[in-house]
């Protein structure tokens, strides 16, 4: 099928008890069984919910895998996949990766013994020869806030040639312009809170593989660590992901204009987009995508700046999170890079004067005059 139409049918039948075209909210934590080990497949919530597993069903499908877990939240899903990795194991991060894996990897896993190190992943040739051994390599492309990319097939054979794993965050780019299983990943995760819902009333996860040993693992995890996407949440993301092939044009769509918008105004430094010709790693970017998203960082030079900038716009929501139909706005030092150290975002290039913009599929001329109003007041 195509992916339009997987969007829509893929893990949702009719229900066969009333027709319903929706998937229902199975809203229940028990299933009554007919007799000891009599069951219609489903015992307790916590192990199956027939909602949630739709949702399974269908983001499995979008990313071309074998099998699919939803969880709580995104940090939920990446400290499953995580626990893949056995202490005295060394995992190697892209560089420039969201605060928050960044906090769970050195606060909460590194102290049980897991060795993590955090390379520059951009240039995969240069990679490959530094990057010593390791079990897992976990990246994000394009990263977040700085849009590095990270060329998916090359790294992939780096990690295969170790006997390890590259797991790779596809939020920013949703499956519907980057798969990167296809490309030779092992795992995939997304936050689903973000572009997969797109309407930001729902907090989740999911992890996606190609092995069946990883999905039997991930089965088992999801139901013995507990940390389960419910049933509304699941619901909520199905919805969302039925009009996931209609939105991510209009965003990269928008997202072209802003950014073009940014570029042409004196009193932006520079803006990180990697639909830019001369952004690095767009050639690397357009072979392994279908199109370039609708997140953009620029930077305003100083805190200052940034402050008038975010105070004076009325349309841009001043927020955490992105993926939203609504545009959304963000100063990453304060808010999703707080967790790194004054000194570890300078040397990201993470300074206080950026700021990143996730944007929605409101009318790119109000966008861009809100902007210009911020702009103005810089």
């Known amino acids: 099928m195509g992916f339009a139409t997987d969007c829509i049918h893929a893990g949702q039948e009719p229900d066969p008890s009333t027709g319903a075209i929706v998937t229902p909210i199975f809203q229940t934590s028990t299933y009554v069984q007919q007799g000891l080990g009599q069951h219609k497949g489903y015992e307790y919530a916590r192990t199956q919910n027939p909602t949630r597993r739709a949702l399974e069903k269908n983001l499995c499908a979008l990313e071309r895998g074998t099998d699919a877990y939803c969880f709580a939240s995104g940090m939920a899903a990446t400290n499953a996949v995580m626990s893949l990795i056995k202490p005295g ?59 590095k990319v990270c060329d998916i097939a090359a790294l992939a054979q780096a990690a295969h040639r170790r006997r390890a794993l590259l797991v790779v965050d596809n939020t920013f780019m949703s499956p519907f312009f980057q798969r990167p299983l296809e490309l030779g990943a092992d795992i995939v995760v997304h936050s689903t809170t973000k572009f997969l819902n797109g309407h930001s009333d729902s907090v989740g996860g999911v992890a996606v593989v190609k092995d069946k040993a990883h999905a039997q693992w991930l089965q088992y995890y999801q139901n013995a660590a507990g940390a389960i996407l419910s049933p509304f949440d699941s619901w909520l993301v199905l919805r969302g992901t039925k009009t996931l092939a209609v939105r991510m044009p209009r965003h990269e769509e928008n997202g072209r204009r802003v950014a073009t918008f940014l570029r042409e105004q004196k009193k932006v430094r520079k803006v990180y987009w990697p ?18 998203g609708a997140l953009i960082s620029f930077d305003l030079g100083t805190r200052e700046a940034a402050d008038r900038l975010l105070r004076a716009v009325k349309l841009c929501s001043l927020g955490e999170s992105l993926g939203g139909v609504e545009t959304l706005i963000s100063h990453p030092a304060t808010m999703t890079h707080a967790g790194y150290t004054q000194p570890e975002r300078d040397a ?14 409101e009318d790119p001329e109000d966008l861009v005059a809100d902007l210009g109003r911020g702009l103005d007041a810089v």
């Open 275 to 292: 639909g830019f010709t001369d952004h690095p790693g767009h050639d690397v970017h357009r072979r392994q995508s279908s199109g370039f």
């Open 89 to 147: 194991q060394r995992v190697v991060v892209s560089d420039n990766v969201y605060g928050g894996t960044h906090r769970l990897f050195t606060k909460i896993l590194a102290p049980y013994g897991v060795e993590f190190a955090f390379l520059d992943a951009s240039d995969a040739g240069a990679f490959d020869k530094g990057a010593g051994e390791f079990a897992l390599l976990w990246i994000e492309t394009p990263t977040n806030p700085l849009m």
């Open 348 to 361: 990201l290039g993470i300074g206080n004067g950026l700021v990143r913009v996730s944007v929605g599929i």
